[in-house]
């Protein structure tokens, strides 16, 4: 029989038991949980030596080596570390997850969840630990396919065809078997647009017993507007996620319900459901969630009671959200960036009087913008905005984001235009109006990131320009003032020379799915318009304004329209403090998006 590699473990795994335990000894299986399928794991042994618990691994699948630690039985409870290596390609890759198990009354069975190390539980799945006899297991025995009810059984076939179809379009070379392929894959596009949902709401409806129904559930919930979902649909949809999230433990349950509650406190018409599993998630969390589940919980638990008019209810839940909040953003100051950033050493040449411009396009959805976003907040700290000036805009890529405006997305098409080659995804840097340093990468990967920017500037801190900028902002109320003056220029300039003005807000602080807690710079308006104003020269002066309270009303108008007719953003909050702004002023060749000089201030206050 084929066997598959047998893995053990060094050594024994032993901490101090938390209380009471039951006798957890013998040998179990650490199981994946999915409604389609379910995988083991590993196969973990327990021992009780001198009534302390103790674990090791005595069978990994295929090439993989694993280790168990940070093991905790209580009576109720069991949680541990599961870190897994495995051969991938040419470089191992290694994973580390935590389990988080319920003990019942099934002596053997305990379903739990797993998720990232020190996350914050967004990626929390469901598992489960089965008790065995067996101390390895053969390929077979490892994958363990699971009956669907019919409607999803009929979904995944629709999907696999599409993905066939798709397939088979990018190696089609004949172009008269494309366009059939094409017609082919738009009829059934169609097909799933329209029967999809039909079949979700089947299972939600039919099965609901059925582990199935639960991812019936969120995904109606995800495409409530395509979908056309009701109300009572709604309360059904929480019903069903808690009913099937509960056996797996309150670390899951939170995770499950705290998603839905923030995908429906977007409509008004489904405020009551987001309540109601918001408030279901408020019982359930404990001291023992993390501090970024908690902060999530309460924010939308917050701002659910707000928009069903009991905001008389909220005091104390936000006096403890902000409590979290600040405990976040120690944690996170204090390990980011996790490199000291030198000063600027200054100019080679005295004479040298450009400013560097460098503009960032990100996503606070975007994992790998970590390493640019962490960059350029490390940058902030050894350079002058003299010297250089950093500009961050925000776009919907890969996911919605809050900090995405209409004028951010007209400036990211305006450089997609321009250089469609480099200008693709997030992050993407331009320097001077110029792509260079393009691609992110993770937190580790930050320090080498602030390296790759700072010899661009420092090549570019060279050199000189023949305009000047003086640029003065007031705010008188909630009006902003903006007074530019152009000067310098010995000839007419082309008529492609425009002048841009942006708005920029110095620091937000809002945690996306990527856990960026700290944005700064970000743009949230091009006052006078993103396509500019042409330049007068010798000697060229322009006035704009902008009013702080219309540009919120208009900020946050064009956030409801996009979660109702696009997509709902991942976390109900939405950052429109619209404190401590900044205006740069930019003057740009639009033939080759050269930006020739730049000049940054203060708004100052009365």
């Not at 033939?591 to 201030?601: D, H, V, W, Y």
Request: charged share 25%.
């Amino acid at each position: 029989m084929n066997r598959v590699l047998l893995t053990w473990a060094t050594s024994w795994i032993s901490v101090a038991a938390l209380g009471a335990h039951p006798p957890l000894d013998g040998l179990w299986q650490l199981v994946s949980v999915n409604p389609a399928i379910e995988s083991v794991q590993a196969i973990l042994e327990f021992q009780t030596n001198d009534g302390q618990p103790t674990v090791k691994v005595v069978f990994t699948p295929g090439s993989s080596d694993a280790s168990v630690s940070d093991l905790r039985v209580t009576e109720k409870t069991i949680s541990f570390r599961f870190r897994q290596r495995l051969q991938a390609s040419q470089r191992p890759v290694e994973t580390e997850v935590e389990f988080v198990g319920v003990i019942g009354s099934d002596p053997k069975l305990i379903l739990g969840s797993t998720g990232p190390v020190g996350g914050d539980d967004r990626f929390r799945l469901r598992s489960k630990l089965i008790a065995t006899t067996k101390r390895e297991l053969t390929s077979e025995e490892l994958l363990r396919q699971q009956p669907q009810p019919e409607p999803m059984q009929q979904i995944r076939q629709l999907m696999a065809q599409l993905t066939q179809l798709s397939s088979q379009l990018r190696q089609e070379k004949d172009e008269e078997k494309r366009k059939e392929l094409q017609q082919q894959a738009l009829t059934l596009s169609r097909e799933r647009d329209e029967k999809v949902p039909q079949w979700f709401r089947e299972t939600l409806t039919k099965h609901g017993n059925h582990l199935a129904a639960a991812d019936a559930a969120l995904n109606l919930a995800r495409s409530a507007t395509s979908a056309k979902l009701t109300a009572e649909e709604a309360d059904l949809i929480v019903a069903t996620v808690r009913r099937h999230a509960e056996p797996y433990g309150p670390r899951f349950l939170v995770a499950s319900l705290v998603s839905l509650a923030e995908i429906f406190i977007n409509s008004p018409e489904f405020v009551a459901s987001a309540l109601n599993a918001a408030q279901i998630s408020a019982d359930a969390l404990s001291d023992d969630h993390p501090l970024a589940i908690q902060s999530r919980c309460l924010a939308v638990y917050q701002i659910a009671l707000e928009k069903s008019g009991r905001s008389a209810d909220t005091p104390t839940i936000a006096a403890k959200l902000e409590t979290i909040e600040n405990k976040l953003d120690e944690e996170y100051l204090a390990k980011v960036p996790p490199f000291k950033p030198d000063p600027f050493a200054g100019r080679k040449d005295k004479n040298a009087n450009r400013v560097v411009v460098l503009e960032l396009f990100t996503g606070a959805q975007c994992p790998p913008c970590v390493a640019a976003d962490v960059a350029f907040d490390a940058l902030m700290h050894a350079y002058k905005s003299e010297d250089l000036i950093l500009v961050q805009y925000h776009v919907h890529i890969p996911g919605p984001d809050p900090m995405t405006n209409p004028d951010t997305l007209a400036r990211w098409n305006y450089y997609r235009q321009k250089f469609s080659d480099q200008v693709r995804g997030v992050p993407t840097s331009l320097f001077n109006g110029q792509p260079q340093a393009g691609g992110g990468g993770p937190m580790a990967s930050s320090e080498a990131k602030f390296k790759q920017y700072r010899r661009v500037i420092d090549d570019l801190s060279e050199n000189s320009s023949e305009l000047r900028i003086n640029l003065q902002a007031a705010r008188h109320a909630d009006d902003i003032d903006i007074s530019v003056e152009v000067t310098g220029s010995k000839k007419d300039p082309p008529s492609d020379w425009k002048l841009r003005l942006l708005l920029i807000e110095d620091e937000i602080r809002f945690a996306g799915n990527n856990s960026i807690r700290f944005h700064h710079h970000v743009v949230r308006a091009m006052p006078g318009g993103p396509e500019g104003v042409a330049l007068q020269m010798p000697s060229f002066r322009h006035n704009s304004s902008i009013h702080v309270a219309e540009l919120r009303t208009k900020l946050d108008q064009y956030l409801t329209s996009f979660a109702k007719e696009q997509r709902p953003f991942p976390q109900p909050r939405r950052p429109l403090e619209l404190r401590r702004l900044k205006v740069i002023a930019l003057v740009q060749d639009d033939t080759t998006g050269e930006i020739l000089q730049a000049r940054q201030c203060d708004v100052t206050e009365p």
